[in-house]
Every structure is written in structure tokens, then in C-alpha cells.
């Protein structure tokens, strides 16, 4: 799975992901650090990539409308340190990928994950 990680979370995200066996890359490698969520957005949805989140700017994107396939993490959990949040996120993503290829939105929190696949 390919993840680009958004530049509100830490680029220490990357190497953790890519231990965990995933192809990794924190937005800074890609793209602009100013560009609009839209840009963002557009280049994981033409390059394949999910993207791991913890701004829910997106997930407004993503429920009016916006980019389908989804293909989103959005983090929701209250200490977002890898060495506290990454054992689940890692588990969450090699769970979902199934789901996450159908255009899913997965919600990881402290206590639960939400699913959501948004129609085309």
C-alpha cells in the first residue's frame, strides 16, 4: 500500500510505516508544503496513494462531494507520537486495505475505528 502522510503529522510517521512495510512519504517529499487540500487530494487520487490525515478539512472535502475514491485515514486519536499512535495505525491500514481500495474513509480513535465507503 502507498501512504502519503500530510504535513500536519509528523514526517517521523514515514520511516515507522515503512518499517511496517508500506511505501511511505511524508507530503513535504511530494508536493508543495503550501499547497490546497484540493492539490493534495488530486495527486494521491492520480498517483494511488491513501492518505494518513488529522485534518478533518479533508473529510468535509471528501463528504460534500469531493474526491472519490476516498482512500482515507484520518487520525482522531488524542497522542499522535508514532511510538504511542503507530502500532494502531499500522494495524488499522493492513486491515483496511480491501477497504481503502474501494474508496473508504477509515476514522482511527482512541477506542474505536469507524469505516465509510462513500458512493460514486
Known amino acids: 500500500m502507498k501512504v502519503v502522510v500530510d504535513v500536519c503529522l509528523s514526517p517521523r510517521w514515514v520511516p515507522y510505516l515503512r518499517k511496517k512495510g508500506l511505501e511511505a512519504f511524508h507530503w513535504s517529499e511530494l508536493g508543495d508544503l503550501r499547497a490546497k ?8 487520487k492520480r498517483n494511488g496513494y491513501v492518505l494518513l490525515t488529522q485534518d478533518l478539512d479533508f473529510a468535509a472535502l471528501l463528504f ?31 486491515g483496511v486495505e ?16 469507524r469505516y465509510r465507503v462513500l458512493p460514486e
Do not use: M, T, W
Not at 487540500?37 to 494521491?44: K, N, S
Open 64 to 94: 460534500s462531494g469531493g474526491e472519490v475514491p476516498a482512500r482515507v485515514v484520518l487520525l482522531r486519536v488524542s497522542d499522535l507520537r508514532v511510538e504511542v499512535a503507530g502500532p494502531r495505525v499500522a494495524a488499522v491500514l493492513a
Open 98 to 113: 480491501e477497504y481503502l481500495k474501494k474508496g473508504g474513509v477509515a476514522v482511527v480513535e482512541d477506542h474505536r475505528v
Open 37 to 44: 487540500d484540493q492539490e493534495i487530494l488530486a495527486y494521491r
